[in-house]
């Protein structure tokens, strides 16, 4: 059983040299293994700083509270100490590492998670297995990681490296933005696949309900003002649905 916790956390981002403003205003939650927890809320609120911040984005500062990965606090850990523990983040908007094949910087980052490198001949039908599941054409191996990739294609790739990573928690930061019904359906199966497989947590940050129809929920959580101002049940997204942001974004102001 993996616990992950985040106590009172407060965290600045650094605008420039002499300038940093306080977005995390003292967040609390706490995702056991097997859990998918829907953050939820409006522009502003700050759920895209909560996950960069607890990844270790150094535009971030956290100035308060603690981040626990089964007791071990994670906001000490270097940022590839952190996906070795076994945290994983799904970026918003992922980059382009042009000149980096997708094969040797998947086969690089498993080495680095697992500790050791896998046998090539392992590694290469495992991963077109899971290009497969992703549906990638097998010629995507050889391409810049990202590279001319649609936004689809980027998103699905961020749900490639979370199949084959393994993590114990997975922060899904707006995975579904931008995707059509199709890419849509391929990423909900690959975070259902890979929840199942390892008993994962999931934080899944996003403003609409569409992609909790294919990604259930066990609880959902409204982010306003830099913390989680209300937290209930898969019905609390439906009344979010319904009604929008409205009240909370009042609260939060």
Same mark, same amino acid.
């Given at each position: 059983?993996?616990?992950?916790?985040?106590?009172?956390?407060?965290?600045?981002?650094?605008?420039?040299?002499?300038?940093?403003?306080?977005?995390?205003? *003292? =967040?609390?939650?706490?995702?056991?293994? *097997?859990?998918?927890?829907?953050?939820?809320?409006?522009?502003?609120?700050?759920?895209?700083?909560?996950?960069?911040?607890?990844?270790?984005?150094?535009?971030?500062?956290?100035? %308060?509270?603690?981040?626990? !990965?089964?007791?071990?606090? &994670? !906001?000490?850990?270097? &940022?590839?100490?952190?996906?070795?523990?076994? !945290? +994983?983040?799904?970026?918003?908007?992922?980059?382009?590492?042009?000149?980096?094949?997708?094969?040797? +910087?998947?086969?690089?980052? =498993?080495?680095?998670?697992?500790?050791?490198?896998?046998?090539?001949?392992? +590694?290469?039908?495992?991963?077109? %297995?899971?290009?497969?599941?992703?549906? +990638?054409?097998?010629?995507?191996?050889?391409?810049? =990681?990202?590279?001319?990739?649609?936004?689809? /294609?980027?998103?699905?790739?961020?749900?490639?490296?979370?199949?084959?990573?393994?993590?114990?928690?997975?922060?899904?930061? %707006?995975?579904?933005?931008?995707?059509?019904?199709?890419?849509?359906?391929?990423?909900? /199966?690959?975070?259902?696949?890979?929840?199942?497989?390892?008993?994962?947590? =999931?934080?899944?940050?996003?403003?609409?309900?569409?992609?909790?129809?294919?990604?259930?929920?066990?609880? &959902?959580?409204?982010?306003?003002?830099?913390?989680?101002?209300?937290?209930? *049940?898969?019905?609390?997204?439906?009344?979010?649905?319904?009604?929008?942001?409205?009240?909370?974004?009042?609260? *939060?102001?």
């Amino acid at each position: 059983m993996t616990t992950f916790e985040i106590r009172g956390l407060r965290a600045d981002v650094i605008i420039s040299e002499d300038e940093r403003k306080e977005i995390l205003k *003292g =967040v609390d939650l706490t995702i056991n293994s *097997g859990e998918t927890h829907a953050i939820m809320g409006p522009n502003g609120s700050g759920k895209s700083t909560l996950a960069y911040a607890v990844a270790g984005h150094p535009r971030y500062e956290i100035t %308060e509270g603690e981040v626990l !990965l089964d007791g071990e606090n &994670v !906001l000490e850990m270097e &940022v590839d100490e952190r996906a070795r523990a076994g !945290l +994983f983040l799904a970026m918003q908007y992922p980059i382009e590492v042009p000149g980096v094949s997708m094969s040797n +910087f998947l086969r690089s980052a =498993v080495t680095a998670v697992r500790g050791e490198a896998p046998k090539l001949r392992a +590694f290469s039908k495992e991963l077109q %297995e899971a290009m497969k599941a992703m549906a +990638f054409d097998s010629s995507f191996a050889a391409r810049g =990681v990202n590279e001319g990739f649609s936004g689809g /294609e980027k998103k699905r790739h961020e749900i490639l490296q979370l199949e084959l990573l393994k993590p114990k928690v997975a922060i899904l930061d %707006e995975t579904d933005s931008g995707l059509d019904v199709d890419a849509l359906k391929i990423v909900s /199966e690959g975070i259902n696949r890979a929840k199942e497989a390892n008993g994962m947590g =999931v934080m899944l940050i996003t403003h609409y309900t569409r992609i909790l129809n294919y990604v259930k929920p066990d609880f &959902v959580h409204v982010f306003a003002g830099g913390r989680v101002a209300e937290s209930g *049940g898969p019905e609390l997204a439906e009344t979010l649905e319904a009604e929008g942001y409205e009240r909370f974004v009042k609260v *939060g102001a």
